[in-house]
């Protein structure tokens, strides 16, 4: 499993950018949650957390079902845009 050292506010940063970069290419909201959730699963399977907000945020997400996994998402990407 990767460790990567990444703060809270960087994580943010970058995250904002690719939603940013999502809807310059045209991805609806639902498509962009869709993607989220890919990222998600994949983070989730091959990263290991170097900062507590994000070891949180796997723990939600390995021990949610599908449909909670795209409401976590979905929440994750209100953050950003706010």
Known sequence: MADIDVSWDQWK??????LEM?????LSDQQIV??????????AR???????QNRLLKE???SANEQEQKAIASAVVKMLES
């Open 13 to 18: 940063v970058g995250l904002k950018q690719a």
């Open 22 to 26: 999502g809807k310059k290419a045209g």
């Open 34 to 43: 869709d993607k989220a959730a890919q990222i998600g699963d994949f983070l």
């Open 46 to 52: 091959n990263v290991d957390p170097s900062n507590p």
């Open 60 to 62: 939600l997400w390995t």
